[in-house]
């Protein structure tokens, strides 16, 4: 049972690439979530899913994609990424209307 | 609106001390859940506690303990006879339930803890 994974657990990119971050899970869990943290600052969240083929808006999507084709996985895409961009993101997994999230390892992304 | 406040940026103690790191949050809603999360030096975050707006008790969890009071709208943690180990950012944090869109987190910025030895 590896719990939430990401990758990859590092990433630099130029102004204007576009690139995934992958996480999946194998505990089963209906819902997912993408968190960003910044210096100084807490989580904010991105963008959540309660199950297959659900996803919505959390407080800071701009710039972001994401889609759920399985239980298991909720990638995150940057389509044109910017140096605001730049921080570490989170990937968290729990039982849907359950409150406690479990989270992934995070992947540090710098963009250049 | 939802808001979690940690007024204490950073704490720094010598080891065996107790230490407090304080959690306030706003709510509008009568259900709604209390945590907190370590993350140590490597990055990871760590689940350490939830606790639900119907009950007031304290928990005691070895040398941690959580002082949870509706009165003053707190959640503080307590590290009795702290250990270098425990040096971590901690995050408090509140959720409410959204109809399906499940429960979604409010983080406060964190304290960041610093146990010299």
């Known amino acids: 049972n590896a719990g939430v994974t990401q990758t990859p657990k590092f990433q630099v990119l130029k102004t204007g690439q576009s690139m995934t971050l992958q996480c999946a899970q194998d505990?089963?869990?209906?819902?997912m979530s993408w968190y960003r943290q910044d210096p100084g600052m807490g989580l904010r969240l991105i963008h959540y899913?309660?199950?297959?083929?659900?996803?919505d808006q959390g407080e800071v999507p701009n710039g972001y994609n994401v889609s759920r084709s399985t239980t298991e996985d909720f990638p995150l895409r940057l389509l044109s990424a910017a140096p605001s961009q730049t921080s570490v993101y989170f990937c968290?997994?729990?039982?849907?209307?359950?409150?406690?999230?479990?989270f992934g390892p995070g992947t540090r992304l710098t963009v250049l | 609106a939802q808001k979690v406040t940690q007024a204490q940026t950073e704490i720094s103690v010598v080891e065996k001390e107790d230490v407090t790191l304080d959690c306030v949050y706003e709510?509008?809603?009568?259900?709604?859940?209390l945590f907190w999360y370590k993350q140590p030096p490597s990055g990871e975050l760590v689940f350490l506690i939830r606790?639900?707006?119907?009950d007031e008790q304290n928990e005691i969890s070895g040398r941690y303990s959580w002082n949870f009071q509706k009165s003053t709208s707190s959640f503080n943690f307590t590290i009795t006879a702290s250990q270098v180990v425990d040096s971590a950012v901690y995050f408090c944090?509140?959720?409410?339930?959204?109809?399906?869109?499940?429960?979604?987190?409010?983080w406060g910025a964190g304290t960041k803890l610093i146990i010299k030895p």
């Open positions: 709510t509008r809603d009568t259900t709604y859940y």
């Open positions: 944090a509140l959720s409410e339930f959204q109809m399906d869109s499940n429960y979604q987190l409010i």
């Open positions: 968290a997994s729990g039982q849907r209307n359950t409150d406690t999230q479990y």
């Open positions: 505990m089963n869990h209906e819902y």
């Open positions: 899913s309660v199950g297959a083929g659900i996803t």
């Open positions: 606790r639900n707006s119907f």
